[in-house]
């Protein structure tokens, strides 16, 4: 069953992604055919899903009081951070994904969180255990 909430996940990740390519300019990805772009997404998405599940609680806990003073505004940073981070990641391991500079990071960050969010609210409880 967890296979099928990270498979969820990766493709909610994925189509947010999209999104933000879409919508933030300093954010694309560039693939020659609709097959090979989605499985770039999926790629990238799949990227972001790690990076996010090893860093993130580790980020959070150390910078527990950074949150509670900023009353978490410090996660828009934190977020866009690691979007920059994936976007590194992803140019390494030839993947065609480019961020270009933090304000790209930090506005494709939120438009990544409000998607996620939204897709989340649509897909059953039962495929999407979060």
């Known amino acids: ?6 498979i969820v996940r990766i493709a909610v990740v994925a189509v947010a992604l999209w999104v933000a390519t879409k919508v933030v300019p300093g ?3 560039s693939g ?3 097959g090979l772009l989605i ?3 999926v790629g990238v998405a799949a990227i972001f899903v790690v990076v996010e ?15 509670a003073l900023t009353l ?5 940073v934190v977020n866009a ?3 920059l981070l994936v976007g590194w990641l992803a140019e390494r391991l030839g993947l065609p994904f480019v961020v270009d500079g933090f304000w790209a990071a930090f506005w494709g960050a939120i438009v990544v969180a409000v998607v996620s969010a939204v897709l989340h609210l649509l897909i059953p409880n039962r495929l ?3």
């Open 1 to 6: 069953m967890r296979l099928t909430f990270a």
């Open 27 to 29: 954010i694309g990805i």
């Open 32 to 34: 020659s055919s609709t």
């Open 39 to 41: 499985a770039e997404l």
């Open 53 to 67: 599940e090893i860093l993130k609680p580790v980020i959070k806990t150390l910078g527990c009081l950074l949150y």
């Open 72 to 76: 978490g505004l410090i996660g828009l």
């Open 81 to 83: 951070l690691l979007l």
């Open 128 to 130: 999407d255990a979060r």
